[in-house]
């Protein structure tokens, strides 16, 4: 897979911001705002000049990464060196500083590294990695998206109700009220037929089927002025299976990962909308939502 290191820069256009910057330096600036994504609550800054305790000589470093104690101060040295491999003598070089500064160290690239630079960033305990555009082939063996497969199981609403009076009477003014149960009169003092129904009905099966509950009456209700002696319950429970699919609005565009494994991480368009620079360099929180475009 070939990806050239400039293509960070694009991402650096559309989420922090569309200017004409040296070579490199975009590079560098969306390393800070990855790292403040990494480490909230800490300070990050872009291109700082830091002497160490009792020194004299003055470093450029490219991020810096302050937070509280007991968390070491670290620094970033970033190379984006298209599709050249970084050697061993910009390791080496780095790790002066970092001596210097007594440090933590990271050194990023938008490429790889030769084996001589690898051995000796293990040997001095300097963290490396790459930071680059996420591809389609980023996606193998992470989730993309979680399919949600729903089952319930629903009864029937209205259920059907039968009230059984005494052969001969008069029942059109029971059927006149019964169009719908939640629409039934008050049988009882307080208490409503739908109230009955949904009492005999309980705590229904969870499984599909026809169901029947019925009651007694005595002495008998009365509905419509027509006294019902048992009132019978019939209803259906049906399964129902929904899918549901749920995916991320946000946009997968960088991978940021450490050769020894310890980091791997995909950098997102909502990730990076949250974050701008302050005239010093220092990463903080955007005002707004973001870049919109």
Partial sequence: MSVHAGSVDIVYDRYIAA????????FERVAAVVFQILNEGVEVRHDV?????GKDTTHQIDVSVRG???RRHLVIECKDKDTAAVGLGTVRDFNGAVIQLDADAFLLASSRFTKAARTYANDERIQIGTMRPFTDEDWE?????????ISAFVREDPPRVELQVTEGTDVSQVSAGLIHVSESPEIESG???HSLVEDLIGAWPMRE???EASQSCDPPLTVGGTPVHRVVVRYRVTAVTTTVEV???AVPELLIRTLDGTLDRVITSSDLKRFTFDESGKVIARATGGSDS
């Fill in 19 to 26: 200017e004409k910057l040296k070579h490199g330096t975009k």
């Fill in 49 to 53: 000049r830091l002497r160490g305790d």
């Fill in 68 to 70: 509280q104690e007991p």
């Fill in 141 to 149: 063996g992470r989730i993309r998206k979680v399919v949600l497969t």
């Fill in 191 to 193: 208490r409503t037929l």
């Fill in 209 to 211: 089927g026809e169901y």
């Fill in 247 to 249: 995916e991320s609005d």
